[in-house]
């Protein structure tokens, strides 16, 4: 929903300005910054206004609506209005400061009136801008979908997923953002998850880091690999910002990994079976230049992490991993977007690396034309996954050639044309890389296909496409005709 700033009134006349809603609680993209899209004088009834040109500064700032929220929050983040020097510095400003009043999770709605400054104290150029908020329930909740890999859930509350409701949250526990969630989901591959997460921003400009921690149950089947997971575990996360598109997370795990063979398993599932002891140090930094996450048309996207596992544990391993994105508008009129896809990762193995542990590839979400986890090593018919691997994709997405196809429910579709390409390696011994192991990632599996995709939200996709292997080698399980995948990140 949109809402209009009120009725400026100003002697050139009266200026319209439209900003965008935002989605409440730490959005990881961004709306235009502002759109203006009217600008009038009254008389004539068309004509533009400079308005870097009038003057103007803020007088007064009112937030109304305040019931828990602590003043000291409101003060750090309107503190930027007094700076403003025109009346366009001024629109500019309340926009980023409705935008930052609104990531601090508080607040479900929040309208921003601005007028001329009036009484003892009034400046000539002077203004007053009033926020009216209104606050969070004390709980809310919720029922909706989340997906995973390749797999929906009903989901009665999902921290990670941006796209699910929770079921029972409570926001603005002490009047600072702080915030507590309980969230568990069920899903039709005997998956089941349950974590409580409490976290708390901490209001430390510019980096506006937030601490949060929380304890998790989660299960899953794997029938391509021929085992049962379910970890238990604490998960501490500092996550902050050094710009506004570069974000930093830095977390410790600690988790008991007990790994279950399913029926008619391989040797190398069976002998890693059983409880594991895991501590996990990870720092994961993500740079997101796009205009949007779904169907970017523009704009880089760049995430590297790094994993340290054996501070104590059964388990020690370094792990690293790469994946990137840039897509380019080719033609704007017709709405052609080409996108390009890479991804790189090496794990180094020290001790007690299990396969849970390993890259995997393949599947409509990953390499396509391929079944799930179909691409690489594997030993009696289960997949193993592999400690290197590469992967890239090139694609592209243009509007349904139909009437309508770029506005209203058209607007939610795209074709789609692509070619995937990608290697896993597995090395035989720990640690030791030889030149055959090195020559097995130059063995690239290729895929060709095209199909339809549909926008599912803000974060996520359905891609239905018709697939086909160009180059596959055994032990690999290619797959071709119709491949459909469901996913909020894909290859």
């Known amino acids: 929903m949109n809402f209009i700033t009120k009725l400026l009134k100003h002697t050139m006349g009266t200026v319209h300005a439209k900003v965008s809603h935002r989605t409440p609680y730490f959005a990881e993209d961004e709306a235009p910054l502002f759109e203006f899209d009217d600008l009038e004088e ?26 828990r929220t602590q003043d000291d929050v409101i003060r750090g983040t309107v503190d930027d209005l007094f700076k403003a ?10 926009h980023k400061v409705r935008q930052a009043l609104d990531n601090l999770g508080c607040f479900r709605n929040i309208c921003v009136y601005i007028d001329v400054s009036s009484g003892p104290d009034a400046t000539p150029d002077g203004l007053e801008v009033t926020f009216q908020v209104r606050e969070m329930s004390r709980v809310t909740g919720g029922v909706n979908a989340a997906v995973g890999e390749n797999e929906g859930s009903v989901v009665f509350g999902n921290i990670n997923s941006p796209f699910s409701q929770l079921c029972l949250r409570l926001p603005n526990l002490f009047g600072r ?6 969230a568990y989901s069920h899903g039709y591959r005997n998956t089941a998850s349950f974590n409580v997460t409490v976290s708390k921003p901490l209001h430390l400009k510019p980096y506006s880091p937030v601490v949060s921690g929380s304890i998790y149950q989660h299960s899953q089947d794997y029938p391509w690999s021929g085992y049962h997971l379910l970890d238990r575990g604490v998960l501490f996360d500092v996550a902050f910002k050094t710009s506004p598109t570069t974000k930093h997370t830095v977390q410790w ?130 997949a193993v996954g592999g400690r290197a691997y590469w992967a890239s994709g090139v694609h592209l997405f243009a509007p349904l ?25 597995f090395p035989e011994h720990r ?44 032990p690999d399980r290619p797959y071709s005709g119709l491949q459909l995948g469901l996913g909020a990140s894909f290859l």
């Open 431 to 474: 640690g030791q890389w030889s030149g055959a192991q090195l020559q097995a990632l130059s063995l690239a599996r290729v895929s060709l296909g095209l199909g339809l995709c549909v926008r599912l939200g803000r974060a996520a996709r359905l891609e239905l496409n018709y697939v086909l292997p160009l180059r596959a080698l055994p």
């Open 85 to 94: 020097q025109d009346f366009e510095d001024v629109i500019v400003r309340a």
């Open 253 to 382: 795990e600690g988790l008991v990994r007990d790994v279950t063979v399913l029926n008619k398993t391989s040797f190398k599932i069976r002998e890693s079976s059983g409880p594991h002891l895991k501590s996990v140090l990870r720092h994961t930094i993500s740079v997101d230049h796009r205009d949007e996450e779904v169907f970017p048309t523009q704009g880089v996207f760049v995430q590297l992490s790094h994993e340290l596992a054996g501070l104590g544990g059964s388990v020690a391993h370094v792990r690293a991993e790469l994946r990137a994105q840039a897509s380019h508008t080719l033609n704007a009129e017709a709405g052609v977007v080409l996108q390009a896809c890479a991804a790189a990762g090496v794990l180094h193995d020290v001790y007690g690396t299990a396969p849970p542990d390993h890259f995997f590839l393949g599947g409509p979400t990953s390499v396509r034309g391929f079944q799930q986890r179909g691409l690489g090593p594997h030993c009696d018919g289960q």
């Open 42 to 67: 009254d008389p004539p009834p068309r004509s533009s206004i400079a308005l870097n040109g009038i003057k103007a500064r803020v007088d007064r700032v009112n937030v109304d609506g305040l019931d």
């Open 401 to 425: 050639p139909v009437p309508g196809g770029r506005t209203g429910l058209g607007a939610l579709f795209r074709s789609h044309l692509f070619l995937n390409a990608g290697c896993l390696a």
């Open 177 to 182: 953002g702080e915030r507590a969630q309980a």
